[in-house]
Nanobody
Framework: QVQLVESGGGLVQAGGSLRVSCAASGRAFSRFVMGWFRQAPGKEREFVAGISWNGGSTTYATSVKGRFTISRDNAKNTVYLQMNSLKPEDTAVYFC????????????????WGQGTQVTVSS
């Protein structure tokens, strides 16, 4: 088991920046592929970014590529999502998730989820 707790969400103006964090406890954090997802009101939860166990490989949704950066610190059992040039359409609850899969390709392949943190971008 692993427990995930997100933090760092809030209200920011369009064009601004925000960093959300996800602290993990329980089983060895470095064993997991980590991902960030988001869910806006009335929409399905969507993939935002993913990072391999050692941080050597990252993937991003097209909508955030070039603006968001995912990173991890295995010594601190924490994964981060740095969000720059935020847009109102980035408003959502942001969730971090952990996967036992080598290369997770779908939301269902993430085994553990946090409770989420709200990010609101005003225009």
């Amino acid at each position: 088991q692993v427990q995930l707790v997100e933090s760092g969400g809030g209200l920011v103006q369009a064009g601004g920046s925000l960093r959300v964090s996800c602290a993990a406890s329980g089983r060895a954090f470095s064993r997991f592929v980590m991902g960030w997802f988001r869910q806006a009101p009335g929409k399905e939860r969507e993939f935002v970014a993913g990072i391999s166990w050692n941080g050597g490989s990252t993937t991003y949704a097209t909508s955030v590529k070039g603006r968001f950066t995912i990173s991890r610190d295995n010594a601190k059992n924490t994964v981060y999502l740095q969000m720059n040039s935020l847009k109102p359409e980035d408003t959502a609850v942001y969730f971090c998730a952990a996967s036992n899969a080598l290369v997770p390709s779908a939301r269902r392949e993430y085994d553990y989820w946090g409770q989420g943190t709200q990010v609101t971008v005003s225009s």
